[in-house]
């Protein structure tokens, strides 16, 4: 039976401005035997976004990574909107005219088209994870401000809705005929995910593996095949396939919010960009009100419910 291998893990879930992103990479894993189930070894450019991001250039290696493999898959990636529209619910940015622009977005931001098709050109030659693994597919779910706070209102938390688009994500590669893995980053403190897994993939058998401060395994059979599911703390540093997710949701936000710093930049001229986190996202907020271009009905678009 085939076997694939997944990462998944987010960007933004802090954040009181700027979209929501979880991230997923999909893997083929190639051969028998220890080779096939071994850790993954991958180039020193795939590892946890924030390394990747850090110092001088990280916005170039970042992006170089991401569409560099999304080119050698054969994803269109050469403007933001192309990108990020099927990867969102329909309609959620043309609710936000700070991301209007998105068609408009030309890709790359950071790097060159040059660059990019050195990277896909190395993955297309196995330069990647090594002979036991074959890169397959690199994806995301998008919850820009209105659709993230109306999921929010629906689940209740945040947290809940981080767990949906997982889940989503989860059973959109689970596939019939084919042994899936999937290594998540572990969600904030919660150590179990019994429950959560049972109410996603009801009436499928569910056996609880471990469930420790560092790991939570579960084995899920059903869709005519199984999946192992583990949450694990600091997923990316173990496995590359969760920093590759990780990677992807993180470039996906940073361009994003490059459009949204564009757009108010335009309206409040020499306002300083924000990343959108709690403490400068309320100085962002500030300076917006005291220009005077933060009504109320902008202020619900704009802010994300905590």
């Not at 083929?28 to 993954?40: F, K, M, N, P």
């Not at 009100?289 to 802010?303: C, E, H, N, P, S």
């Amino acid at each position: 039976m085939a076997r694939e291998f997944h990462g998944i893990d987010e960007a933004g879930y802090g954040p009181l401005l700027g979209p929501l992103v979880v991230g997923r990479s999909d893997f083929e894993v190639l051969g028998e035997g220890s080779e096939a189930t071994a850790r993954s070894r991958a180039p020193t450019w795939i590892g946890d976004s924030k390394r990747i991001l850090a110092g001088s250039g990280g916005r170039e290696r970042l992006e170089r990574a991401v569409l560099g493999c999304l080119a050698s898959l054969g994803r269109p990636w050469t403007s933001l909107g192309r990108l990020v529209r099927p990867l969102a619910p329909g309609g959620a940015f043309s609710e936000l005219p700070w991301y209007a622009d998105l068609d408009a977005t030309l890709l790359p931001l950071w790097t060159s088209a040059e660059k990019v098709d050195e990277t896909a050109r190395a993955i297309e030659g196995g330069d990647l994870f090594g002979s036991s693994r074959r890169l397959t597919g690199l994806t995301a779910r998008v919850l820009p401000e209105s659709s993230y706070n109306v999921l929010v209102r629906a689940t209740g938390n945040k947290h809940e809705t981080l767990i949906q688009e997982v889940m989503d994500l989860i059973d959109e590669a689970w596939t019939p005929d084919v042994e899936h893995v999937f290594a998540v980053d572990r969600l904030g403190g919660r150590k179990r995910y019994g429950s959560k897994l049972a109410f996603a993939f009801p009436f499928q058998p569910l056996e609880v593996c471990e469930e420790t401060a560092r790991i939570s395994r579960y084995r899920v059979q059903g869709k005519g095949s199984s999946a192992e599911i583990f949450f694990r703390v600091h997923g990316e540093d173990h496995h590359p396939e969760c920093a590759l997710a990780s990677m992807m949701a993180k470039y996906l936000r940073e361009a994003l919010m490059h459009g949204f710093n564009v757009y108010w930049s335009s309206r409040a001229p020499g306002i300083l960009p924000t990343a959108g986190y709690y403490e400068d996202g309320r100085r962002f907020l500030d300076d917006l009100t005291a220009r005077g271009l933060l009504d109320d009905a902008t202020r619900r678009a704009l802010v994300r419910l905590r």
